[in-house]
């Protein structure tokens, strides 16, 4: 199922929750959704489901969740705990889930079993860890057996072998033409798996592209050369074609994947080189350099995050 939202945007007050996010997700692909706490990845997918008020529209196959036939069934959605009720066992929960929505109930225990949730299926929603209310939510979506999966940090609270088996049922899922878009505020969780990235920070979106694009974006592998002859060598690299800069007053930092080439060059023309390190960019460097000062969080005092708290989810 082809997924467009265009210009969706929300405010509490004056304050800018969604801003014009436009973008499209396409069947057969998992989508990471991306950004620091508080960047508006949950009020998103709360209004492409139709659960919060805003501006702009979200079609699926050409029409809103509300006018799509069959849409509780077609897409599975797990956005957040808030929903089970304390009192209610996993098996009652799904239950009444399946009843409301049409589904034979045998899908139950076939859900239950599927997240690892079969021999809790008594236990009382209250007495659950955050990883078995996780595998709750996550049995609820996959109940009607749905076309696209929206799923809000499922990884949050799981177990290695959980995340493994969550990461290997999307791929699995995915690869039978589903849409998948789930977030995460871990760029290392989601690039295992990904597809796709959106990345936003404060309501804005500043990154969507394919997951080998933004793999790309990483520097090129570098060194840091520590020499008394910091001006000769930069001039000598220059002219050899090497990109170089200024790290300190001794040191340049030279971009390379190879140190070989310019090791030789400094040794041929009497360059005495005392260190040499190896550097470079990882994934959460490049996720940090596109949203940092941009999460609502950055240098807040306690008391102030603690006003945002309630407003500020994903």
Known sequence: M?????????????RIVVDQLSFSLEPGKITGFLGPNGAGKSTTMSMML????????????????????????????YLGPGSFHPRHTAREHLRISAFTRGIALYRVN??????????????????????????????????????????DEPANGLDPQSVQWLRSFLQDFAKSGNTVLLSSHLIHEIAQFADNLLV???????????????????????????????????SLLETHNFQQSRASEDVLEVY??????FIRLALDHGIEIFEIQPVGSNLEDIFLELTSNRSDYVSESPS???????????
């Open 2 to 14: 082809l997924i467009e939202a265009t210009a969706l945007s929300k405010r509490y007050g004056s």
């Open 200 to 234: 936003i920070a404060q309501g804005e979106l500043i990154a969507s592209e394919s997951l080998d694009s933004f793999l790309k974006r990483q520097k090129p592998s570098s060194f840091r050369i520590r020499t008394t002859q910091v001006d000769t060598f930069a």
């Open 256 to 261: 390379s994947e190879n140190s070989t080439p």
């Open 110 to 151: 076939d859900v239950l079993d599927a997240v690892g949730l079969g021999t809790a299926a008594s236990m009382r929603v209250k007495g659950m860890s955050t990883g078995m209310l996780q595998k709750l939510g996550i049995a609820t979506a996959l109940l009607s057996e749905p076309e696209v999966l929206i799923l």
């Open 304 to 314: 102030t995050h603690n006003a945002k708290k309630g407003r500020n989810r994903g």
């Open 50 to 77: 139709g659960l919060a008020r805003g501006k702009g529209e979200t079609l699926f196959d050409g029409k809103t969740y509300k006018t799509l036939k069959d849409g509780p069934r077609r897409i599975g959605a």
